[in-house]
């Protein structure tokens, strides 16, 4: 790695911060205003599902390969390539028209909001390493992550209040605004790669092979309830997922420059927290099950649905050093499995779907604070340990990569989720096992509604399980000093 004396100050930090606040709080509030727009646009409610992932899923596919070009050909000039890609697709989708062509207006921007974040999150991240060092580290690691994880807990809220007060295209010409403070707020920033990074090439067999694929297994969650579980078509999805996967796996184990560095992950520590990092994003599910719940079972508006959430929030951004001191004090493991447990806690409450309106609201706000809880205790330590368990020529590649774990997690975490919710809400008929096992009380025209919800958040259940599994499996009590990966 080259030598670099530049040593970050709070200025550029906020920058980076109001860099993925563009993601996370802007293009990620889609996830409350989906319905709004979808009957303001005209839009059928698949194809608005698919809309809301496919920002995440575009930022899943490209991160790894945008990690590693920033690595070769500069950190800076992605970061600020990403902020451009920002205001692109934030533009697009702000004035995507009513009818027929919003569909092409909001994919195509939501695609380039993904891709922003592909450029954006792993070159700041991979210069919050090169640039501060140790606790300084730790703590731009917990401020950065008040961006994402605090980021996505307001978004709710903030996109409910500008869709209700100034309507809901201000959502993103306001990121367009804060896109644009983040580019001057880092134009200090001195540019910095890898060295040999000439070298470097593009993976192209690999990145097409795993966007087929990925793309594929997309559009089989979404839809496959539309189209038919046993249809051709439902059939041709799998087979192209399942043969695209082993084509992806098998290329990138041959390339000399692997789109995805399989090396990495002989680091057990790197792994584990990459795993828990893909698991714990796709929890973010629950959001757009509970939200939508509340608007079309309970006739919520998108302002008092997201008001709900402002407990989440409030709990990340109070509680996200606390996060940090907890690594400091019990090292990686323990805060990661405890803020798993406080999520599993607030799912469980969410689940609650059979109750009054009245109670559920309340455990609602109680579960989107315990929730916020949650990812503030699990941020910063499985970020650290991530980052601490990479070589510095591979900072970009390796913070992509588990930044890539966050994106394709919470766009599959949203898929998989709103699949199950709009399978069964759908239905004219509650299900009948479901309606024997639990009482609905109240109305009873919404009963397939909220059993959808509850069936949405058992899933998101299951992946809280899975990263107390990972993390259990993986990463020891007391890790060892940094492995040094050799790339192959």
């Known amino acids: ?57 575009f930022s899943g596919i490209f991160i790894v390969v945008i990690g590693g070009l920033a690595d070769s050909i500069g950190r800076v000039k992605i970061f600020r390539i990403g902020l451009w890609l920002a205001i692109a697709g934030s533009l697009l989708v702000g004035l995507a028209p009513s009818g027929n062509t919003a569909t092409i207006f909001l994919l195509i921007g939501r695609a380039l909001q993904g891709l922003s974040a592909a450029f954006v999150m792993p070159s700041s991240l991979g210069m919050l390493k090169i640039f501060w060092e140790g606790k300084e580290r730790q703590r731009a690691i917990s401020l950065w992550s008040i961006g994402t994880f605090g980021g996505s807990g307001l978004s709710s809220l903030t996109g409910g209040i500008i869709a209700s007060s100034l309507g809901w295209r201000w959502i993103f010409f306001l990121a367009i605004t804060v896109a644009v403070i983040a580019l001057f707020l880092t134009k200090e920033l001195p540019e910095n790669k890898r060295e040999g990074a000439g070298k470097y090439k593009i993976d192209w067999g690999g990145i097409i092979v795993f966007m087929v694929a990925m793309i594929a297994l997309q559009v089989f969650i979404t839809n496959g309830n539309k189209f038919g579980w046993t249809s051709w078509l439902t059939i041709v999805l799998v087979a192209i997922t399942v043969v695209f996967g082993y084509l992806f796996i098998h290329i990138e184990n041959r390339a000399p420059y692997a789109f995805v560095d399989f090396n990495l992950f002989k680091n057990k520590i790197f792994t584990g927290a990459t795993l828990a990092n893909f698991f714990i994003n796709g929890t973010a599910g629950l959001l757009i099950v509970s939200l939508t719940l509340m608007q079309r079972g309970a006739q919520f508006s998108a302002m008092e649905a997201g008001l709900l959430t402002l407990g989440f929030a409030i709990a990340v951004i109070l509680f996200i050093r606390v996060g940090e001191k907890l690594l400091q004090k019990f090292g990686v493991k323990k805060p990661i499995i405890w803020g798993a447990l406080i999520i599993g806690v607030a799912i469980i409450l969410l689940m609650q779907t059979q109750i009054m309106t009245e109670q559920y609201a309340v455990l609602a706000v109680i579960a989107y604070s315990l929730f916020g809880l949650g990812l503030a205790f699990f941020a910063t330590p499985a970020t650290d340990a991530a980052l601490s368990n990479l070589p510095d020529s591979q900072a970009g590649t390796g913070a992509g990569i588990f930044k890539m774990a966050s994106s394709l997690g919470t766009s599959f975490g949203i898929a998989i989720a709103a699949g199950i919710y709009t399978a069964v809400a759908t239905h004219t008929e509650p299900i009948e096992w479901l309606a024997n096992l639990v009482k609905f009380v109240g109305r009873q025209d919404n009963v397939a509604i909220r059993q959808g919800a509850m069936l949405g958040l058992a899933f998101c259940l299951l992946l809280v399980i899975l990263v107390i599994v990972t993390v259990a499996a993986l990463i020891p009590d007391k890790p060892k000093k940094t492995e040094e990966i050799t790339r192959k």
Do not use: C, Q, R
Request: glycine content about 6%; hydrophobic content about 55%.
């Open 1 to 57: 790695m080259e030598t670099i004396h530049y040593k970050g100050n709070d200025k550029v930090l906020f920058g980076f911060i109001l860099s993925v606040l563009t993601f996370w709080l802007f293009a990620n509030s889609m996830m409350n205003v989906s319905p709004v727009m979808s009957e303001k646009l005209g839009m059928d409610v698949n194809i608005m599902n698919i809309a809301v992932s496919l920002a995440a899923l």
